[in-house]
């Protein structure tokens, strides 16, 4: 092994608001070696995820924050350099939440083996991940769509929203996604087939834009964003709309709490269900969804996108851009060569 150093990216302070690359710090030091039982992971793909934002901040959550001055913790694709168990091989590509630096020393129940020929590996941080469950389930099971239902989709272009706006097409779904910028409405539409998709970013008035968009009301809104862009959909709700509520990405860096509508009248006069869901909620479930996931790639009915930056020391900056709409799909870092 040539690299005899373990980089590593900690959080060093808590972020007030936006946070900057001043809240982390690399650093290096020895690999670690590992025991019986164990293994040594090379890092090859590191992801970036929305949801990371909150637990920087010490607050409680559906998870515990991040300790200070230690590694960021994330979901990450390796590959096996060294193992002292039975069950994984030198070689062996995995998966696991083994967050950012260049090796981890990790035990079986940490990662699992990727099966890289149902697929590139990287799509075990996406589309055959945690951003492809999310998607499954949250619109399968919350939003329960049917043929002829007008699916609106916010955070359309990322790795969540593209998938959800997939699923409602082949479900049959009219799909109408909201995203920031006319790229990614294009891409929408010509790429993903969806019906129609609104550029929150140069709308003159977003509801006005909405309701053209979806002439016969909301049956479904994957809600990824919150804010105005919500209160907008949820104006057009129709009887027995569902709102599966899977993110608040606007929200997410604000120093102070948002103010907005209250939302319970629209949903009484509607008989309205908004669930907030996690992925792992559904943990004892995945098994349903990879085989119907990986299917639908097979036959071409579901595409994905990554946006992949080169280089460990551009982890942050990547996670940075999460929240001024830089990635178009899955945000990955590149973080070595296979």
Known sequence: MTEQKNKQILLVSRP????????FKLVEGPLSIPQEGEMLVRILYVSVDPYMRGRMNDAKSYVPPYPLNEVVNSGVVGQVVESRTSEFQTGDIVSGYLGWQTYAVAKPRQVKKVD??????????????????????????????????????????GAVGMIVGQIGKIMGCRVVGIAGSDRKKEYLINELGFD??????????????????????????????????????????????????????????????????????????????????????????????????????KDGRLKYKESIVEGFENIPKAFLGLFTGENLGKQLVKVSDL
């Not at 007030?16 to 809240?23: A, C, K, L, V």
């Not at 020929?117 to 389930?137: C, E, K, W």
């Open 16 to 23: 007030q608001g936006m946070p900057s690359e001043n809240n």
């Open 116 to 157: 890289v020929s149902l697929a590139p590996m990287t799509t075990a941080l996406g589309v055959l991940g945690m951003p492809g469950l999310t998607a499954y389930f949250g619109l399968l099971d919350i939003g329960r769509p049917s043929q002829g239902e007008t699916l609106v989709v916010s955070g359309a272009a």
């Open 196 to 297: 129609a998709v609104i550029n929150y970013k140069t709308a003159a008035n977003l509801k006005n834009d909405l309701k053209e968009a979806c002439p016969g009301g909301v049956d479904i809104y994957f809600d990824n964003v919150g804010s105005g862009i919500s209160d907008a959909v949820l104006s057009l709700l129709n009887f027995q709309a569902r709102i599966p509520l899977c993110g608040q990405i606007a929200l997410y860096n604000l120093e102070k709490p948002d103010i907005g509508p209250r939302i319970q009248t629209q949903l009484l006069i509607n008989s309205a269900l908004m669930k907030g869901f996690i992925v792992g909620n559904y943990a004892d479930r995945f098994h349903e969804a990879m085989p119907q996931l990986a299917q639908w790639i």
